[in-house]
C-alpha cells in the first residue's frame, strides 16, 4: 500500500485521467474527494470504490467550491496530503483567432487559476501536517504544442511554469510540488484536440507519438502514483512528460 493512510484530492475525479488516478490511489490505501462537476459521475466514482471514496461537487475555477472541497477532505479524514490538480478545460481545434474570449477566459480559468485556489485552500492544511504533495495535470501541448489549440497550450505551460515555482517556495516547507505532462489520450476531451474523432485524425495522432499509441487514465495514474508516494520524496519541480516519446 504506497499511500497508506494518506487523504488526497482530486479534481476532475469523475472521468479520464481524474477517474484512473483516484480509482488506483484509493487501491494504493488512500481516502480520495473525488471532486467534479458532474455529480452523478462523481457519485458513480465514490461509489464503486466505497467507504474511502467521498464525492464533492466542485468548479474549481471558484474559490468558495475549492475551499470547501479541501473542508470536506479534513472535516472527514482530518486533514490533507495530496491535491491533484487534474480539471482541465479545452475547446475544438480551431485557428487561434476564431477561439472567443468567454473562451478563453473559461480555459484559463479552470487550468491556470484552479491552481491558485488549490493553494490557496490546500497548502495551510498541508502546513499542519508538516508535508504535503501537489500534482499538476498539464500536457504536452505545454512543452510542444500542437497547432489549433494556441490558448490551451499557453495555459499548460503556465502550470508547468506555477509547477517549478511553486517547488522552490514550498520545498523548505517540505510541501512537493510536481506535475505530469500526458500525450492526448482515451479521454471526453480526445475529440476536442483532434477537432473530429475519426480513423484518419486518430492515425494522424498516433503518428505523431513514437510508442505507437495514445495515453490511458492508467499511464497517467501509474505516473501519478510514483510521483505522490514516498518513493519520490526527493523529487520536486519534476514535470514528467507521459507520453510515449511525443516530446523527444
Request: net charge negative.
Amino acid at each position: 500500500m504506497r499511500l497508506e493512510n494518506k487523504v488526497a484530492v482530486v479534481t476532475g475525479a469523475a472521468s479520464g485521467f481524474g477517474e484512473g488516478i483516484a480509482r488506483l490511489f484509493a487501491a494504493e490505501g488512500a481516502m480520495v474527494v473525488i471532486a467534479d462537476l458532474n455529480e452523478e459521475e462523481a457519485n458513480r466514482v465514490a461509489d464503486d470504490i466505497g467507504e474511502n471514496a467521498l464525492p464533492v461537487v466542485v468548479d474549481v475555477s471558484k474559490s468558495a467550491d475549492v475551499e470547501r472541497m479541501v473542508d470536506a477532505a479534513c472535516e472527514k479524514w482530518g486533514g490533507i496530503d495530496i491535491l491533484v490538480n487534474n480539471a482541465g478545460y479545452t475547446y475544438p481545434n480551431r485557428p487561434m483567432l476564431e477561439v472567443t474570449e468567454e473562451v478563453f477566459d473559461r480555459v484559463f480559468s479552470v487550468n491556470v487559476k484552479s491552481i491558485y485556489h488549490g493553494a490557496q485552500a490546500a497548502i495551510p492544511k498541508m502546513r499542519e501536517r508538516g508535508a504535503g504533495v501537489i500534482l499538476n495535470v498539464a500536457s504536452t501541448g505545454g512543452v510542444r504544442p500542437r497547432p489549433g489549440l494556441a490558448w490551451y497550450n499557453g495555459s499548460k505551460g503556465a502550470v508547468i511554469t506555477l509547477t517549478k515555482s511553486m517547488a522552490v517556495e514550498l520545498a523548505p516547507e517540505k510541501i512537493r510540488v510536481v506535475c505530469i505532462n500526458p500525450v492526448a489520450g482515451e479521454t471526453g476531451m480526445l475529440h476536442l484536440f483532434m477537432g473530429e474523432d475519426t480513423p484518419e485524425k486518430r492515425a494522424q495522432f498516433r503518428s505523431s507519438i513514437p510508442l505507437g499509441r495514445l495515453s490511458t487514465p492508467q499511464d497517467v495514474a501509474n505516473s501519478a502514483l510514483f510521483l505522490c508516494s514516498d518513493e519520490a520524496e526527493f523529487l520536486t519541480g519534476v514535470c514528467l512528460e507521459v507520453d510515449g516519446g511525443r516530446c523527444i
